[in-house]
């Protein structure tokens, strides 16, 4: 069990520009979540997969933000057309579904948009 | 309305003083759980607890404790002889059913601990 891996750690870009983020989740799990957390608050749920299907949006994710879990395995989030509100910590965790699942957590992808 | 309030923003204690995270919750469900997670400065959230709805029964495991009281909403955290490793920020979330197959988890603001030596 390696854990949940995030990549890159950093991401420094433009205004304007697309950034594409990967999360790896502990290889047993059928549950994946994003979370969007910024500095001094805790983190906020995006988006959610069961496998490959993605189930559950929140309000939080506007067009310009797409996730996919192809096959199941590692995700992607990609955002287009960065803004400065975007820079945030962008958390990935991951779970075995089942009534009392516990969420683990990546380290994080830290977006700054300049 | 926040459904998981942690009133402390920052906390800061002498190595070995013992110390206590509040966090207070809303739900309406009778079934749901609650969890803290301890963020380091590395910045990965590391889970700590969760305990279901129906288990008040306080837990010890080490230098940590959790009192969950239901009658008050309430799921304190209880560090002893806290540590300087100890210092991170602490978070206290809420999980929910939201329909047949979907826990949604709802988070603190998070509760900075500054151990000093």
């Known amino acids: 069990d390696t854990g949940v891996s995030q990549n890159p750690r950093h991401k420094i870009t433009k205004r304007g520009q697309n950034v594409t983020f990967r999360c790896d989740p502990i290889?047993?799990?059928?549950?994946l979540y994003w979370y969007r957390q910024t500095l001094g608050q805790g983190p906020e749920f995006l988006t959610y997969f069961q496998n490959e299907a993605q189930l559950e949006k929140s309000r939080l994710l506007s067009d310009r933000f797409s996730a996919e879990r192809p096959k199941g395995s590692f995700s992607t989030l990609e955002i287009q057309r960065t803004e400065q509100g975007d820079s945030a910590m962008y958390l990935c965790?991951?779970?075995?579904?089942?009534?009392?699942?516990?969420?683990?957590f990546g380290s994080g992808t830290q977006l700054s948009v300049l | 309305a926040q459904k998981v309030t942690q009133a402390q923003t920052e906390i800061s204690v002498v190595e070995k003083e013992d110390v206590t995270l509040d966090c207070v919750y809303e739900?309406?469900?009778?079934?749901?759980?609650l969890f803290w997670y301890k963020q380091p400065p590395s910045g990965e959230l590391v889970f700590l607890i969760r305990?279901?709805?129906?288990?008040?029964q306080n837990e010890i495991s080490g230098r940590y404790s959790w009192n969950f009281q239901k009658s008050t909403s309430s799921f304190n955290f209880t560090i002893t002889a806290s540590q300087v490793v100890d210092s991170a920020v602490y978070f206290c979330?809420?999980?929910?059913?939201?329909?047949?197959?979907?826990?949604?988890?709802?988070f603190g603001s998070g509760t900075k601990l500054n151990v000093k030596p």
């Open positions: 965790a991951s779970s075995f579904g089942s009534t009392n699942e516990k969420l683990l």
């Open positions: 305990r279901n709805s129906f288990d008040e």
């Open positions: 979330a809420l999980s929910e059913r939201v329909d047949g197959n979907f826990n949604k988890f709802y």
């Open positions: 290889s047993e799990h059928n549950r």
């Open positions: 739900t309406r469900d009778t079934t749901y759980y």
